[in-house]
């Protein structure tokens, strides 16, 4: 079975840095697409950024020149460079992978648990 575990949130100063990772482990073949989603209390989960084919990437206008992902390969891990953070910032950061398993015959998009990214002002 293929799990996503997402780490690195925690609480910051505003203007402060974190780095959040996203481990995919499991029965992988391939990993087609991750992504990083947030979802701030009393608001609609929205994207931050992807990153496909382990180079391409999309940001969120929000994030964009604060926040960087970056994928590495050999661990199946994303990360997410996060920058100048802001009280906006503040949500619950999740992981998602798009997987394809040894198993399975189609990919299937995986999530995390979430991780609490909180910055103060």
């Known amino acids: 079975q293929v799990q996503v575990v997402e780490s690195g949130g925690g609480l910051v100063q505003a203007g402060g840095s974190l780095r959040l990772s996203c481990a995919a482990s499991g029965s992988i073949f391939s990993i087609a697409a991750m992504g990083w989603y947030r979802q701030a209390p009393g608001k609609q989960r929205e994207l931050v950024a992807t990153i496909i084919g382990g180079s391409s990437t999309n940001y969120a206008d929000s994030v964009k020149g604060r926040f960087t992902i970056s994928m590495d390969n050999a661990k199946n891990t994303a990360y997410l460079q996060m920058n100048s953070l802001k009280p906006e910032d503040t949500a619950v950061y999740y992981c998602?992978?798009?997987?394809?398993?040894?198993?399975?015959?189609?990919?299937?998009?995986?999530w995390g648990q979430g991780t609490q990214v909180t910055v103060s002002s």
């Open positions: 998602s992978a798009e997987i394809m398993s040894y198993r399975g015959t189609v990919p299937y998009d995986y």
